[in-house]
């Protein structure tokens, strides 16, 4: 066992809680690995020495309460190695008794977590843009909505309850899209005919959806949907859905490519303002990625008399 425990892959020393001070006596290879210290520099010290300035008093507080109970605990904890990096330690902690219940020893089990959080804070960081960009995205929409709709209508309460209404179905579709089951299926019309009642500022005179009602596989559901919502959200803000004539066609088919089921989808603005390729691909971008992130390909024409958008998305994830 001794054996087992010297050469494991997980770093972990061992102490006495019956020498003064609670003493490392016992640590393998990875631990030093790890901490970049010798065994000699281990062997004797309370482990506090890993301890430095970012390690916060709450994780000593639930160290020192996972040793007075003799619990088994895992504690977050920040601890710097011999060189002064700092890693973020998920440390495992209980006791080791004897046949009589006696307390021999402590273990202590590491886990360097620091990557797994960065990553976590990178993805919330991101979350958030992606928030702040569809909120930002709303409101832009509901003020060509809002424009549009108070041109056509003298009266107020006519345009407060259109508003109202696209307002409602706009937070239904964003909100569609954000969460769903995990077991939920929805058809190719379904999802477009959504989408575009939530963005037309005229509703479903503005649109036309071509194509068999074809259910969409899971792995397509939500990059869809949100492909249409920035084709959409652009169309308001400079293409077709924000002009007064302006009309969007969409179809879709599905058709084999080396012997790989796969389904285009063309989105093509007519009767708008006459386009000229932007500056900034902010908006292409997310809806490349998004494309590309479940193996399909998109290419953007920016034809004056309407933006052309192709996308191919294979029905296979592998």
Known sequence: MAQAVRHSRIPLCISDPNQPDNPIVFTNTAFLDLTGYTEDEVVGRNCRFL????????????????????????????????????????????????????????????????????LERRARELADVELVHRLRNIVNVMEVVIKMTAREEADPKVVGSITAERLRALSDAHLHTIHHPYDYSA????????????????????????????????????????????????????????????????????????????????WCELDGPEVTKPERSSGSKIVSDLIESVGGTLTLDWAKSGLVARANFPLTLF
């Open 51 to 118: 301890q430095g300035k970012d390690t916060t008093e709450d994780s000593l507080t639930a160290l020192r309460s996972a040793i007075q109970n003799q619990s088994v605990e895992t504690i977050e904890i920040v601890n710097y190695r011999k060189d002064g990096s700092r890693f973020t330690n998920a440390l495992q902690i209980g006791p080791i008794l004897d046949d009589s219940g006696n307390l021999v020893f402590y273990f202590g089990s590491q886990l360097d977590v620091t990557e797994k959080r960065a």
């Open 187 to 266: 058809s190719m019309t379904e999802v477009a005919q959504s989408t575009l009642l939530a963005y037309a500022p005229k509703g479903q005179k503005q649109f036309s959806l071509n194509g068999s009602d074809i259910i969409l596989p899971s792995h397509l559901l939500s990059c869809m949907a949100l492909v249409l919502h920035e084709l959409a959200t652009n169309s308001v803000k400079h293409g077709s859905l924000g002009a007064e004539t302006g009309h969007v066609d969409l179809n879709w088919q599905i058709f084999a490519d080396k012997d790989v089921e796969m389904l285009e989808l063309v």
